[in-house]
């Protein structure tokens, strides 16, 4: 063939139909394999689960009769009062204090934010076990504050409320920070000048300002409270919560259909709140203008000395929180041998799996990590850049909105009907790691999605549209623009998932087989066992990883961004 044919103008439209083929080929293929993997790792184990909550035990539909004998049993059914209450009295409590700490560091000049900031998020880096195990030591009935309590227990509610507090705090914390960072002085400026007082400016203003992200809080709060499993599996005693009775109908009794039966019910508040908060964040509008001008609060020393002093108390009881569980692992035995040891951390001959269990949680936070970070990072790109397949795309997004509405508890259950049945092909996973960490890629999907999208946002279309005038295939133009340019949200989504599958315990306990078992489960099987030193001491492990890798991705993120985007500084 000659150098003239292959120049023709019919050559390079040829060449112009196949490169455009092979893109909306690959485009299809990988909205396809992202659709597949939330309908195997989502949807299907859903609808397994929810039929077999009209099953008995052999298989036979049986209508909502095991829902009818739920709700007329008095010691299952009451549960559902408990856990409302429970994750109520939590919501009104977290947001209350998380909103007080958030004024002050947002409206105020108290002293040591950046400190208070970052010792208030410890307690995202330890499992929902820690605060419970501290807890015993604390308030038990060899508890060194015992006294603080008069003749209440800490085993029940009052138990719950608290760990769960402590546990929930800094995610409250977080959303309101976000919510009152914005703000437009002129309009304090204008209270002031009619010489409104504080009060009523704090109602007309500052309430109104953030309600959309405190109502947002609350939901996300009472979504937490309601379905977390660690702290009332281990200072729980007898007072049952949804959580915990799916795990006793399933590992205590191996009452399948039963729980199944408290899966839906747990899994139905759930869904309203993440419903109601769509609906509330559909509701927000702009409160910041392109004319506003950045609030910022003025000296009040009175004010200012308060907030401090109520920020820092908060601080102070999660260090002693913190605190405790690491004194717990490094004396011999409470309270009669008070003695210094690591004897504890050796975890050699003990129920919960030890080194060997920790070493597991790194692989599969690593995986997690790893996997999660690339695939949802680029299906989002995918749903947002790209053009093609919008019905695919649409419905794509949705269903990765979708695992933020279903508990751990709920999802692990599911897996073991879906995946545990000798008819599905995928049954050689049960059991496996890589089981693991599908489950706990879906699990945490939807916030890893929202980062994703939001970061994808605020990238001009004029990128994609030169890079497909330029005839460069959308593959590059990711690889070389879109990536780099989103990589410090990029390096967010992977602390997160990192973090979250070192410390998650509700959404594999269900899963994990004799040479997979987690750190985080490894926690309660030594509570249960009796090795409370050694829960804490493996509680503590956690921490400590978690927080050395908090520490090298803000190293490594400084590093990457100092080098490879310098152009953010000004």
Same mark, same amino acid.
């Given at each position: 063939m000659s150098r003239q044919s292959l120049s023709s103008p019919s050559a390079m439209l040829g060449t112009m139909r196949l490169t455009w083929f092979s893109e909306k080929s690959l485009s299809l293929m990988l909205l396809l394999l992202a659709l597949l993997l939330l309908l195997v790792g989502l949807a299907l184990p859903l609808m397994t689960m929810l039929s077999?909550?009209?099953?008995?035990?052999?298989?036979?539909?049986?209508?909502?009769?095991?829902?009818?004998?739920?709700?007329?049993?008095?010691a299952l059914s009451r549960s559902i009062f408990q856990s409302f209450f429970v994750a109520m009295t939590t919501t009104l409590i977290v947001v209350s204090c998380a909103f007080l700490c958030a004024y002050g560091i947002t409206r105020t000049r108290m002293l040591g934010k950046k400190l208070f900031r970052v010792l208030a998020l410890l307690p995202i880096l330890a499992p929902s076990l820690l605060p419970a195990i501290s807890l015993v030591y604390l308030f038990g009935n060899q508890g060194y504050m015992k006294g603080l309590l008069g003749d209440q227990s800490i085993y029940g509610p009052i138990g719950i409320i608290m760990g769960m507090c402590f546990w929930i705090f800094p995610h409250a914390l977080m959303i309101l920070t976000t919510a009152m960072a914005n703000s437009d002085a002129r309009l304090y400026e204008a209270a002031r000048a009619l010489k409104t007082p504080s009060w009523r400016t704090f109602l007309t203003l500052t309430l109104p300002g953030v309600r959309y992200g405190l109502i947002s809080c609350a939901f996300v709060v009472f979504t937490l409270a309601i379905t977390d499993f660690g702290v009332p599996a281990v200072i729980?005693?007898?007072?049952? +919560? &949804? %959580?915990?009775?799916?795990?006793?109908?399933?590992?205590?009794? *191996?009452?399948?259909?039963?729980?199944?039966?408290?899966?839906?019910?747990?899994?139905?508040?759930? +869904? &309203? %709140?993440?419903i109601a908060d769509r609906w509330v964040q559909k509701k *927000?509008?702009?409160?910041?203008?392109?004319?506003?001008?950045?609030?910022?609060?003025?000296?009040?020393?009175w004010i200012d000395g308060f907030f401090t002093v109520f920020c820092f108390a908060m601080v102070g009881i999660i260090l002693l929180v913190i605190g405790t569980a690491i004194y717990a692992s490094l004396i011999q035995f409470w309270p009669y041998n008070l003695s210094w040891t690591l004897q504890h951390y050796q975890f050699s001959g003990l129920a919960g799996g030890g080194w060997e269990a920790w070493s597991n949680s790194l692989k599969m936070a690593f995986s997690v990590a790893l996997i999660g970070t690339l695939f949802i990072f680029t299906t989002a790109w995918m749903i947002e850049k790209t053009r093609d397949f919008a019905p695919l795309r649409q419905s794509l997004h949705l269903m990765a909105m979708l695992p933020m509405a279903v508990p751990g508890m709920v999802l692990g259950l599911a897996y073991i009907f879906f995946f545990n049945h000798p008819l599905n092909p995928l049954n050689i996973l049960y059991g496996t790691l890589a089981l693991l960490v599908l489950n706990t890629l879906v699990h945490f999907y939807t916030v890893c999605h929202i980062t994703s999208i939001t970061a994808l946002k605020q990238l001009d279309r004029e990128f994609e549209s030169v890079g497909?005038?330029?005839?460069?295939?959308?593959?590059?133009?990711?690889?070389?623009?879109?990536?780099?340019?989103?990589?410090?949200?990029?390096?967010?989504?992977?602390?997160?998932?990192?973090?979250?599958?070192?410390?998650?315990?509700?959404?594999?306990?269900?899963?994990?087989?004799?040479?997979?078992?987690?750190?985080?489960?490894?926690?309660?099987?030594?509570?249960?066992?009796?090795?409370?030193?050694?829960a804490a001491a493996m509680a503590v492990l956690i921490l400590l990883t978690s927080l050395v890798v908090k520490l090298l991705h803000a190293l490594g993120s400084h590093l990457l961004l100092s080098r490879g985007q310098a152009w953010r500084q000004a």
């Open positions: 077999k909550s009209v099953q008995d035990a052999s298989g036979q539909w049986i209508g909502l009769a095991n829902f009818i004998d739920y709700f007329t049993t008095p729980g005693g007898h007072y049952n +919560v &949804l %959580a915990t009775d799916i795990y006793r109908q399933v590992v205590g009794q *191996q009452n399948f259909q039963m729980g199944a039966v408290v899966s839906v019910v747990l899994l139905i508040p759930a +869904v &309203l %709140a993440f *927000q509008q702009a409160s910041l203008t392109s004319r506003a001008v950045p609030y910022q609060p003025e000296s009040r020393p497909a005038s330029l005839k460069v295939p959308f593959w590059k133009t990711y690889r070389r623009v879109t990536l780099p340019v989103s990589l410090p949200a990029v390096l967010d989504i992977s602390v997160y998932l990192f973090v979250n599958a070192m410390t998650t315990v509700s959404a594999v306990i269900f899963l994990y087989g004799p040479e997979t078992r987690m750190a985080s489960v490894a926690v309660l099987h030594l509570d249960e066992a009796g090795y409370f030193a050694q």
